[in-house]
């Protein structure tokens, strides 16, 4: 299923606009949070973009949902959101990419692209960190330097 569809679905039930959430709604929300804790490794970014991950956080801040004893939606909220954390926790590694290949003829040391992919926390949003390290002055000649590929696919 469709993350976004199944946030929109959970959050017409567990949070809606100036209402309590319905008892009788309550075992069709365990089933589309249930096909949530199925989904194995989802992407940050396609949690992200559903915006799931704010839904799981006002589930766990909320005073009283009904049947609450029943389906445990607090816990399996909070579970699900620290078992997506920790998946990609641990996918965060440094890494380096080698671009020579792309150098021009004339460059004689190798250029090296550091992509580290910062950890957020519950506050901070996602970013990239990009560092990169010319070591050959002559790239201070600019005709000798790649054209951009935004220029090279009409972008600009």
């Given at each position: 299923?469709h993350?976004?569809?199944?946030?929109?679905?959970?959050?017409?039930?567990?949070?809606?606009?100036?209402?309590?959430?319905?008892?009788?709604?309550?075992?069709?929300?365990?089933?589309?949070?249930?096909k949530?804790?199925?989904?194995?490794?989802?992407?940050r970014?396609?949690?992200?973009?559903?915006?799931?991950?704010?839904v799981?956080?006002?589930?766990?801040?909320?005073?009283?949902?009904?049947?609450?004893?029943?389906?445990?939606?607090?816990?399996?909220?909070?579970?699900?959101?620290?078992?997506?954390?920790?998946?990609?926790?641990s996918?965060e590694?440094?890494?380096?990419?080698?671009i020579?290949?792309?150098?021009?003829?004339?460059?004689?040391?190798?250029?090296?692209?550091?992509?580290?992919?910062?950890?957020d926390?519950?506050?901070s949003?996602?970013?990239?960190s990009?560092?990169?390290?010319?070591?050959?002055?002559?790239?201070?000649?600019?005709?000798?330097?790649?054209m951009?590929?935004?220029?090279?696919?009409?972008l600009?």
């Amino acid at each position: 299923m469709h993350l976004k569809y199944l946030r929109y679905k959970l959050q017409q039930g567990l949070l809606p606009e100036n209402q309590l959430p319905k008892a009788e709604d309550m075992s069709a929300m365990s089933v589309y949070l249930k096909k949530l804790e199925d989904i194995a490794n989802p992407s940050r970014s396609a949690v992200h973009a559903a915006k799931i991950h704010k839904v799981l956080k006002a589930i766990k801040k909320l005073d009283n949902i009904p049947q609450e004893e029943a389906f445990r939606f607090k816990e399996r909220a909070t579970a699900l959101h620290e078992k997506w954390n920790a998946i990609w926790s641990s996918k965060e590694q440094p890494t380096t990419i080698s671009i020579a290949q792309h150098q021009p003829e004339h460059a004689s040391k190798s250029q090296v692209i550091d992509l580290t992919e910062l950890s957020d926390s519950e506050e901070s949003t996602q970013s990239t960190s990009v560092q990169a390290a010319r070591t050959d002055e002559s790239w201070s000649d600019s005709s000798k330097l790649p054209m951009p590929c935004c220029f090279v696919y009409g972008l600009i």
